[in-house]
Structure formats: C-alpha cells, structure tokens
C-alpha cells in the first residue's frame, strides 16, 4: 500500500470472538480501492488486498447463501 493512511481493522460482530475470524480495513476503500483482509489470529501475518468491486461481489453472494452447501 503506497497511501499514508494505515488501515483500520475490525472483525464482524458476528464473531463472537471464536478466534476463527476474518479482519477486513474497509477504511481504504475509498482511497486505494482495496479492502485488505488478514487473519485475526496472525496479526502481523500476510495481507490480502481484494478490490472494492470483488470484496463487495463476496459479500453478497454470502448473504445470497451461495455457500450455504459447502
């Protein structure tokens, strides 16, 4: 990431602090175009940097129960 804005993390209330979680920064969405998403249990581990357009495309399939079967 090359803005100077540093991300802001946070789980989904839906975790329930299971440790089995997801952390997304949508706070650089606007600026950079990217969602960054990283493990909760590895903080400093690796970053995934989806688009705007495909992290948007995830979510709604979710809520569609598009993998409700797996």
Excluded: H, Q
């Excluded at 803005?3 to 802001?8: A, L, N």
């Excluded at 602090?17 to 400093?44: F, Q, Y």
């Amino acid at each position: 990431m090359t803005s100077t804005e540093s991300p802001r993390w946070f789980k989904s209330s839906y975790s329930n602090n299971g440790g089995d979680c997801i952390e997304v920064a949508a706070n650089l969405a606007a600026s950079l175009g990217v969602i960054p998403v990283r493990d909760s249990k590895n903080p400093n581990g690796p970053v995934l940097n989806t688009s705007t357009t495909s992290f948007t495309t995830f979510v709604a399939s979710i809520k569609a129960g598009e993998f409700d079967a797996i």
